[in-house]
């Protein structure tokens, strides 16, 4: 019996899974593709919810407490959670799943109420802040260096199983590549600079790689305003858009407006869905049935 508990305990010990957190589902994926059955990862921002503004419940802090490594991927959430989540967990690591990507950069507009002596409000100022655009994961090249830093951290953790790691980090390559040439496949008769337009701008990264232009219309997440509609209306026009590509985790009412003015359509597409490279191909073969042009 004694020999039994302690051959109990030694197989626990071996086959025990690295305890990984992740911010959203596509690094989930990305991680699942290297670790394979090596770890246990779980997303912070679950289907549906939106990884700029999310705050997560009491059932994630759990999690967080029995995570090994986190990584983040600098979507706004983390900007509040992150040294609450090490506050958590003092042993947890963290490791940056970004680093080595070149950022794009998105502007974000504030108003400020200026006052007189008197705390009066008087007139508005309005600051156009530069920050690092973080959907850096629609991109097949971005998630080339995520697959790299994930092995590199895998390997580090668990040493033992390096090889494992490394032979599904080349598969993982093998599969980016792969989703890439599909996608310039499918987009190879679109001209360079083709404008598509979305209500959230998640899609630069993916727009960079494959020559496309992003035309957005929510600001920070916000719907426009009547006077904004109008402009950006007046715009879809000038531009021909066909098509108006909205996401499950923003209001479409907006989105819906503009397309009925221009007679166009509204087609869902989520940057945050699980099948990373299938989702990819299905927003390149969008894009190009909606006959884009200059």
Same mark, same amino acid.
């Given at each position: 019996?004694?020999?039994? +508990?302690?051959?109990?305990?030694?197989?626990?010990? $071996?086959?025990?899974?690295?305890?990984?957190?992740v911010s959203i589902i596509p690094q989930?994926?990305?991680?699942?593709?290297?670790?394979?059955?090596?770890?246990?990862?779980?997303?912070? $921002?679950? =289907?549906?919810?939106?990884?700029?503004?999310?705050?997560?419940?009491?059932?994630?802090?759990?999690?967080?407490?029995?995570?090994? $490594?986190?990584?983040?991927?600098?979507?706004?959430? #983390?900007?509040?959670?992150?040294?609450?989540?090490?506050?958590?967990?003092?042993?947890?690591?963290?490791?940056?799943?970004?680093?080595?990507?070149?950022?794009?950069?998105?502007?974000?507009?504030?108003?400020?109420?200026?006052?007189?002596?008197?705390?009066?409000?008087?007139?508005?100022?309005?600051?156009?802040?530069?920050? =690092?655009?973080?959907?850096?994961? %629609?991109? =097949?090249?971005?998630?080339? %260096?995520?697959?790299?830093?994930?092995?590199?951290? *895998?390997?580090?953790?668990? =040493?033992?199983?390096?090889?494992?790691?490394?032979?599904?980090?080349?598969?993982?390559?093998?599969?980016?590549?792969?989703?890439?040439?599909?996608?310039? #496949?499918? *987009?190879?008769?679109?001209?360079?600079?083709?404008?598509?337009?979305?209500?959230?701008?998640?899609?630069?990264?993916?727009?960079?790689?494959?020559?496309?232009?992003?035309?957005?219309?929510?600001a920070e997440g916000k719907e426009p305003?009547?006077?904004?509609?109008?402009?950006?209306?007046?715009?879809?026009?000038?531009?021909?858009?066909?098509?108006?590509?909205?996401?499950?985790? +923003?209001?479409?009412?907006?989105?819906?407006?503009?397309?009925?003015?221009?007679? %166009?359509?509204?087609?869902? #597409?989520?940057?945050?869905?699980?099948?990373?490279?299938?989702?990819?191909?299905?927003?390149?073969?969008a894009i190009a049935n909606s006959n884009?042009?200059?």
């Open positions: 019996m004694k020999y039994l +508990f302690i051959l109990s305990i030694l197989t626990t010990f $071996v086959f025990a899974k690295i305890n990984v957190a989930k994926t990305f991680v699942e593709k290297i670790g394979g059955n090596k770890v246990n990862v779980v997303a912070i $921002v679950k =289907p549906g919810d939106s990884p700029h503004t999310y705050e997560p419940k009491p059932s994630d802090m759990i999690q967080i407490s029995k995570t090994e $490594v986190y990584f983040p991927i600098k979507i706004d959430f #983390e900007n509040v959670w992150l040294d609450k989540f090490a506050n958590q967990n003092k042993n947890m690591k963290f490791s940056e799943m970004t680093d080595g990507i070149n950022f794009l950069t998105m502007k974000k507009h504030t108003h400020h109420n200026h006052k007189d002596e008197h705390n009066h409000v008087g007139e508005k100022s309005h600051i156009i802040k530069i920050k =690092p655009d973080p959907h850096t994961w %629609i991109s =097949p090249l971005n998630v080339k %260096i995520m697959a790299k830093n994930i092995y590199y951290t *895998l390997s580090k953790i668990d =040493p033992t199983n390096q090889s494992y790691y490394k032979k599904n980090y080349k598969n993982f390559l093998d599969e980016i590549n792969t989703t890439d040439n599909k996608i310039r #496949e499918l *987009l190879f008769e679109i001209e360079n600079n083709s404008k598509f337009m979305v209500f959230h701008p998640a899609w630069g990264y993916f727009a960079r790689d494959y020559a496309l232009v992003q035309l957005k219309v929510e305003k009547p006077k904004e509609l109008i402009k950006i209306i007046e715009k879809a026009k000038k531009e021909n858009i066909k098509a108006i590509f909205t996401q499950k985790e +923003f209001s479409t009412k907006s989105a819906q407006t503009i397309a009925d003015s221009l007679n %166009i359509k509204v087609l869902k #597409e989520t940057p945050l869905a699980q099948n990373w490279s299938e989702n990819l191909i299905k927003m390149a073969n884009l042009e200059n």
